[in-house]
């Protein structure tokens, strides 16, 4: 199946920094990226759908000047926490479609980003 | 409006005997349907999907589902499980271009050896 990669898989940071998580589909092109966190022992929360050449569309409730998407190309969706808080400390996962022949509609799941703000 | 029901947040079971993790879907339309596992600070792995063919699906690693129309569910079972099933499952629901995607709440699969 296509590979999604996430990077980091674990980030400490202090409290008031901005974080960088990216999203890369390895062996295929994803125009469509989706953000979600999950809290412990939760199922996944969408946070955005990214588009490549577009601007992100949030989920009610997520703040955009908060978690800034950017998806530059074809193969990278970043995740951006500004001003991080303890309170966003979360479990962060991207997921990618492979719209190429015979798709079906799974999704693709990078290993997720474990994110802690001091 | 799509919708996932998890009936179960935990089931546990001995390892040898049959997995069932439920699932009931709400859907306006044929539904695509997917059942996802997770394990501990990973990211989700596809088991199996429905999308409108054969009504038994089989999956990776000896699971499979089956899609009940009349009954709105869509069930994973294993005939004999594992302890390396011990993992989290979602079920998951996704409109009809696959533009969103609706989680159930996960159930946590525990196999005692």
């Known amino acids: 199946g296509a590979v999604v990669s996430q990077h980091p898989s674990r980030v400490i940071c202090k409290s008031g920094t901005s974080v960088k998580i990216e999203c890369r589909s390895l062996d295929f092109q994803a125009t469509t990226m989706f953000w979600y966190r999950q809290f412990p022992k939760q199922s996944l929360m969408l946070m955005a759908t990214s588009n490549e050449g577009s601007k992100a569309t949030y989920e009610q409730g997520v703040e955009k000047d908060k978690f800034l998407i950017n998806h530059a190309s074809l193969t990278l969706s970043t995740l951006t926490v500004t001003s991080a808080h303890p309170e966003d400390s979360s479990f962060y996962i991207c997921?990618?479609?492979?719209?190429?022949?015979?798709?079906?509609?799974?999704?693709?799941f990078g290993e997720g980003s474990r994110l802690t703000v001091l | 409006a799509q919708s996932v029901t998890q009936l179960d947040s935990h089931v546990s079971v001995s390892e040898g005997t049959p997995v069932l993790l439920r699932c009931n879907y709400s859907?306006?339309?044929?539904?695509?349907l997917f059942w996802y596992v997770q394990h501990p600070n990973k990211g989700l792995q596809l088991l199996l999907k429905?999308?409108?063919?054969?009504?038994l699906v089989k999956g990776i690693n000896g699971f499979e589902a089956e899609f009940k129309k009349s009954e709105t569910s869509f069930h994973l079972t294993k005939p004999s499980a594992h302890m390396s099933d011990a993992a989290e499952y979602f079920c998951v629901v996704s409109d009809q271009n696959f533009n969103k995607f609706y989680f159930g709440s996960g159930t946590k699969l525990n196999v005692k050896p």
């Open positions: 429905y999308t409108s063919a054969a009504t």
């Open positions: 859907s306006s339309y044929s539904p695509s």
């Open positions: 997921s990618a479609r492979d719209l190429g022949g015979g798709y079906t509609g799974e999704l693709f």
